[in-house]
């Protein structure tokens, strides 16, 4: 049976999860960040890093290659559009995903994680700036949508790669009002008929109850995995000297280089 080293509330592997449920295979779960699973998610990805998909004796790796790999492994129904003009669409939108919306949203968000109590506070200017570019994005995405249907027309992993980070935008005060997302909220609700989008909120719901509740956690409290991306848009932005700061207090773990 297909093994994923999952989270809850990855949303990378919420992605995989989605795309998994939408294909229609059968795999267990393990919740690979809880401290007691940590060791074991080290053996198969040295970057300490979920979702990792094991299927017997192959190992992949990383949310995107994941995804091609069950499209691989059955390649009905496509996780890509049929025409060649929407795979370089649905590409896209899942590197904007992985890439920019993911690192802007970790970068604003963990003063409001239920893992981590920081009583300081974000240096002056992260939010707005994390909400100014992230509307911007959400501007562009409000166009991009197929109209009437899903961002490249058809269900494709572009779509369950976007839809976590934008059902988290509203934790962070950016509002997708109608007057300004009209496609962005037919999107949304549309996702939401999709069974396994539903799978995958009721999930991410009840996780939240399970792992949170009572005032326990089973995830690392303190420290926190910096990847590239995440770094670059503080950098970009101007945070350099809070991410120097953030790095000395050594709460701040960047992944070594592996094979
Ligand atoms: N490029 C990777 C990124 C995966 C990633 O950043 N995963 C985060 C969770 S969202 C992680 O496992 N971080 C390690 C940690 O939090 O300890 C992918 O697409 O799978």
Redo the contacts with the bound molecule.
């Keep these: 049976m297909l093994v994923l080293y999952d989270?809850p509330?990855?949303?990378?592997?919420r992605k995989?999860r989605m795309a998994l449920d939408f294909k229609g295979f059968t795999y267990r779960s393990v919740d690979?960040?809880s401290i007691e699973q940590?060791p074991g998610l080290r053996d198969v990805n040295a970057?300490?890093?979920?979702?990792v998909l094991v299927d017997d004796d192959i190992v992949a790796?990383?949310?995107?290659d994941?995804a091609a790999y069950l499209d691989d492994l059955r390649p009905e129904p496509s996780l890509l559009p049929a025409s060649l003009q929407m795979r370089a669409k649905a590409r896209h939108w899942h590197r904007v995903a992985?890439r920019t919306l993911?690192a802007i949203i970790?970068d604003v968000s963990l003063w409001t994680w239920p893992t981590h109590h920081r009583t300081d506070q974000p240096p002056s200017g992260l939010l707005e700036a994390g909400r100014q570019d992230l509307e911007a994005v959400m501007r562009v995405l409000e166009r991009a949508i197929e109209p009437q249907g899903f961002i490249c027309g058809t269900v494709s992993i572009a779509d369950f790669a976007v839809f976590p980070h934008v059902t988290s935008l509203r934790f962070i005060g950016v509002d997708l009002d109608k007057t300004r997302y009209p496609r962005l909220r037919e999107w949304l609700a549309r996702m939401r008929d999709l069974e396994c989008v539903r799978k995958d909120l009721e999930s991410t719901r009840l996780a939240a109850i399970e792992k949170f509740g009572a005032g326990k956690s089973p995830y690392?409290s303190d420290?926190?995995?910096w990847?590239g991306d995440r770094i670059e848009w503080l950098l970009a932005r101007g945070f350099d000297a809070w991410w120097n700061a953030e790095r000395a207090t050594g709460r701040a773990v960047i992944?070594q280089p592996s094979a």
């Design positions: 989270n509330f990855s949303p990378f592997a995989v690979a960040l940590l970057r300490g890093e979920v979702p790796i990383d949310s995107a994941i992985d993911d970790h690392e420290k926190v995995v990847r992944p």
